[in-house]
């Protein structure tokens, strides 16, 4: 027959055959919309046109989002939202969505399949968002302001900028002095921060003219525990004090320390004698009370008394 598909049915006859009289069903992908056309005419039809709505869900990310599309032969027609996919760094993906794209639909044929397949056709996986482009102000290794350059946010190169470090140093007191550099601690020296190895400069509390014997370091100096000589006030003898413990008392108590609670030896200003007080600071009191005893001769020296010291001062002063 015409249609090149079946036998004419009839006995041998003159002419023409009759057209084939068996009708062709065409369907759309999911089998719900259908329509007959003769036999041979089939090659010129299109499946029809399907409300329903495909039945293959989306596999990319956008699933619950993504616009629903009618029933089709072939494959699924892509995703076209914004991808939209957090990157590490927390800036998001701007391409369009390149997800995995579920199986396709078998073609439309009319001529069916000899050997039906029994495995199902594998789905296309999708490619994974390229490095973030986005711009981002960078800092050098030491953070310092006003230094940052632009620099694509996927670029993690570390750079100097240039400036002394400036760091603290472990002794709290001073700063790093080389060119600015990586924090991280490694085997190359030049890596980590200097070493300060000056001498502590701290002024020690109670205040004393005696250095810290210890290296640069952090928190208050040790008590100075340097042995001082303090003669006491009347110099006959010389007492040994810590320093700290000398320093930390109020000058009275100072004063008092000294003292070697013997009599005073020194002369009294007036007189030969020496000053009956306990040993103490300043001017002997009360010099010209000198209560010593003394001989006293007449002006022909014939004659002799005793008499106080204070009495003969006064007679003295009198004459």
Known sequence: LRCRNHKCPAPCHIGACAPCPLMVRISCSCGETQFEVPCGIENEQKPP??????????????????????????ACPPCRLVCDE?????????LRC?????????EF???????????????TPGSACPPCPEPVLRSCFGHHIGTERMMVCSNRAEFSCDNLCGNP???????????????????SKSDTCEECNLPCEKEREPA??????????RGECPPCKTLIKRSCHCGSMKHVFECKYFNCLSEKEQMAVRSCKGPCHRKLPNCTHLCPETCHPGACPLPDKCSKKVTVRCGCQTLKKEWLCQDVQTAYHSS
């Open 169 to 187: 140093l472990p002794c709290g007191n001073h700063y790093c002095t080389y060119v600015c550099h990586a924090m991280k601690a490694r085997s």
């Open 49 to 74: 046109r399907c409300r329903k709505t495909c039945p293959v869900a989306p596999l990319c990310r956008h699933r619950s989002s993504c616009k629903p599309h009618k029933c089709h032969y072939g």
């Open 208 to 217: 004393c003219q005696h250095p810290c014997p210890l290296p640069c370091h």
């Open 109 to 123: 044929t009319l001529k069916p399949r000899k050997k039906k397949s029994n495995q199902p056709s594998e789905p």
């Open 86 to 94: 957090e990157y590490s760094c927390g800036h998001k993906c701007k």
């Open 98 to 106: 390149h997800g995995p794209q579920p199986p396709p639909n078998p």
